[in-house]
């Protein structure tokens, strides 16, 4: 009877063994599985969770077709395959260095007056400047052509409405006009929610941004491996020469100081507003002038292309500020300095002189004061941060000012989304 017992402790002794060893097991397993589904969150970065790996968004369906192109848009887009410009006198880039897109359009006397301010920006030889054109403009794209302060790549958007006179994204005679209804007349196109048609002119702006946005970081080979910020600044943005060098104090702050900051600008974003001028980093509502951002916020914003696509306003910040910023799900927050290295100084907004009527009559002539605190950085990195919540503005629930109602649109925009994702139909520059 003894052995049996003493067997049957043993036996008991052993599963209590194996039970521990199992518990113990499956804890560490747990744990381990714990970690592994969450090495996303909190600790590693708490918003910005998204895996960069280049994949398209959800709901995409990969395939695309881009519109037919005539010559010039087939040369343009040729010409974006070019090497950058003057690298005989800037054969590398700093390691740091934070790529700058200037979008141009058709104001050749406003560009001239930006880039002669970018002329002066300390540490601008250190980076590459890529001009992306909407439309093909001689004038300009010898203002361009003409720089030799640092690196330059030019883009054309081939797809832009300037390019195309007797067809989309142009003006095509079938085309429903106005406040056409499509079944009376016989025409084509979607109004909007005013009931107003397309207007290439009014509809290429939104398009150049969003394809430009697309190009620049998943298409272009100089740029699609940045793993840095870019900074994009309108052709009519007046820069200070302390710009690049806030920017980069700036943007090495941004993670440390303000954990809830997508972005760095260069200005207010009340486009009034010189800055406070206080002892303090400002942390407010994206701004338009001179914002710069990473690879790990372009694809939180290529995530929401449907919603910035579909939305019915041709404002491309507008459509930001209403849709792709509050689908992010909590405050999007841009970091920036007291003082501001950037003006908008246009007086001709692209929209305002957009009927040929009402053309807008502006020499570019600019009375912008650079005083001696706009010449070297001056953020100071011991400084803390102000936050300025609930600011006014364009936020969730507006519905948009219309202009982008029309299918062809929408779709267009879509396809600048997809055109990089395909792997088979990869049409990368
Ligand atoms: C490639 O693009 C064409 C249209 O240009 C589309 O029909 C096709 O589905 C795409 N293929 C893939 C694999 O995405
Ligand atoms: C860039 O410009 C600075 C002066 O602002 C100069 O000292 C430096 O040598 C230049 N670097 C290059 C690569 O041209
Ligand atoms: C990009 O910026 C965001 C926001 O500041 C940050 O959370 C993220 O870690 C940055 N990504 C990279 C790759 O540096």
Redesign the pocket.
């Known amino acids: 009877m003894a052995a049996p017992r003493k067997i049957h402790l043993k036996d008991a002794a052993l599963r209590r063994l194996l039970s521990i060893v199992f518990i113990t097991l499956s804890g560490v397993s747990l744990l381990l599985f714990l970690l592994v589904t969450n090495s996303n969150s909190p600790i590693v970065s708490r918003h910005l969770d998204e895996v960069d790996d280049g994949s398209p968004y959800a709901d995409d369906i ?5 519109p037919t192109q005539n010559d010039l848009s087939l040369e343009l887009e040729k010409r974006n395959q070019l090497p950058p410009r003057n690298l005989d006198l800037y054969p590398t880039l700093a390691k740091d260095h934070i790529v700058i897109v200037l979008y141009v359009h058709n104001r050749p006397q406003y560009l001239k007056v930006v880039v002669d301010t970018l002329s002066r920006v300390l540490g601008i030889n250190e980076t590459l400047l890529i001009v992306s054109h909407d439309g093909f403009f001689e004038n300009v794209n010898k203002i361009v052509s003409d720089i030799r302060f640092c690196q330059v790549k030019q883009i054309f958007a081939p797809y832009s409405p300037h390019l195309f006179s007797k067809s989309f994204p142009g003006v095509s005679p079938t085309d429903c006009k106005d406040k056409d209804v499509a079944s009376e007349k016989n025409c084509k196109g979607n109004p909007d929610q005013y009931g107003n048609h397309r207007s290439p002119k009014i509809v290429s702006l939104k398009h150049h941004w969003w394809w430009m946005m697309n190009t620049v970081w998943d298409g272009l080979k100089e740029t699609r491996g940045h793993s840095g910020h870019i900074l994009f600044i309108e052709e009519d943005h007046f820069i200070f020469p302390n710009a690049y060098r806030n920017l980069q104090i700036l943007t090495s702050l941004k993670s440390k100081k303000c954990p809830d900051c997508y972005a760095a600008n260069l200005a207010p974003s009340d486009v009034n507003s010189k800055g406070e001028g206080w002892e303090s980093l400002i942390a407010e509502r994206m701004g338009n002038v001179g914002y710069s951002f990473n690879r790990t916020v372009w694809r939180k914003i290529h995530k929401k292309a449907r919603e910035f696509c579909f939305f019915d306003d041709y404002n491309w910040d507008i459509t930001m500020w209403a849709t792709v910023y509050p689908s992010f799900g909590r405050p999007v927050y841009s970091l920036r300095g007291p003082r501001t290295s950037a003006v908008h100084f246009g007086k001709c907004g692209l929209h305002q002189g957009q009927g040929e009527k009402k053309a807008c009559i502006d020499n570019g002539m600019v009375d912008i004061k650079v005083e001696e605190y706009d010449k070297v950085p001056h953020i100071n990195s011991e400084w803390d941060v102000h936050i300025f919540k609930n600011q006014p503005g364009y936020q969730a629930g507006f519905k948009g000012w219309g202009g982008w109602g029309d299918n062809r649109d929408r779709q267009l925009c879509l396809n600048f989304a ?1 055109m990089y994702h ?4 990869a049409s990368l520059l």
């Not at 395909?422 to 139909?425: G, H, L, V």
Request: net charge positive.
């Open positions: 990969c395939g695309f077709s881009l997809n395909c792997r088979n139909n």
